[in-house]
T-cell receptor, first 113, second 113 residues
Framework: NAGVTQTPKFRVLKTGQSMTLLCAQDMNHEYMYWYRQDPGMGLRLIHYSVGEGTTAKGEVPDGYNVSRLKKQNFLLGLESAAPSQTSVYFC????????????FGPGTRLTVL | GQQVMQIPQYQHVQEGEDFTTYCNSSTTLSNIQWYKQRPGGHPVFLIQLVKSGEVKKQKRLTFQFGEAKKNSSLHITATQTTDVGTYFCAGPRSGGSNYKLTFGKGTLLTVNP
């Protein structure tokens, strides 16, 4: 099993460009999450999904959109990238409840110029 | 909102010295999880504590959950260079949506060989 995978690993964007980050998991997990990690800020939840076809906002959702069309995939979109979105983005998944372990992908390092 | 505070933010030790990081929540937690992130890597689950006053050990690592279930600690005995990384605690968010975790900002441990 590959676990949680993320593509791409690195990306450089210009301000105003758009892009989509892809997260895929092969563990049949119901819940999926997108976090951003900035120095000194820890992990902050952007959006999450509790099942196929559902999405919800986390603590820092502005400027991002998500979709969960298939259970195994969770997409994070930036419609008009801004320098403030320069960060490392992690996707995670868990089987069900908050008591469950979250499994993280390797991350995507995004730079917005 | 719910906050999870970790101290210290940074800790540098000589190899062989002990290390402790502390986690405090503003609300009572149903459980607490600990994750480790190696430099350049992604968070990896270490352990989960559920019971009040619970103590668990993993080799040189000792995890404690406070009696009031509002604080926790991770103690490493005789640190090694392989212990380098950021240690995060995380607890389920209060107020219904139990599948989201609030992460502390982490403690970065560096070890001088």
């Amino acid at each position: 099993n590959a676990g949680v995978t993320q593509t791409p690993k690195f990306r450089v964007l210009k301000t105003g460009q758009s892009m989509t980050l892809l997260c895929a998991q092969d563990m049949n997990h119901e819940y999926m999450y997108w976090y951003r990690q900035d120095p000194g800020m820890g992990l902050r939840l952007i959006h999450y999904s509790v099942g196929e076809g559902t999405t919800a906002k986390g603590e820092v959702p502005d400027g991002y959109n998500v979709s969960r069309l298939k259970k195994q995939n969770f997409l994070l979109g930036l419609e008009s990238a801004a320098p403030s979105q320069t960060s490392v983005y992690f996707c995670a998944s868990s089987f069900g409840l908050a008591a469950d372990t979250q499994y993280f992908g390797p991350g995507t390092r995004l730079t917005v110029l | 909102g719910q906050q999870v505070m970790q101290i210290p933010q940074y800790q540098h030790v000589q190899e062989g010295e002990d290390f402790t990081t502390y986690c405090n929540s503003s609300t009572t937690l149903s459980n607490i999880q600990w994750y480790k992130q190696r430099p350049g890597g992604h968070p990896v689950f270490l352990i989960q504590l559920v019971k009040s006053g619970e103590v668990k050990k993993q080799k040189r690592l000792t995890f404690q959950f406070g009696e009031a279930k509002k604080n926790s600690s991770l103690h490493i005995t005789a640190t090694q260079t392989t212990d380098v990384g950021t240690y995060f605690c995380a607890g389920p968010r209060s107020g219904g949506s139990n599948y989201k975790l609030t992460f502390g900002k982490g403690t970065l441990l560096t070890v001088n060989p």
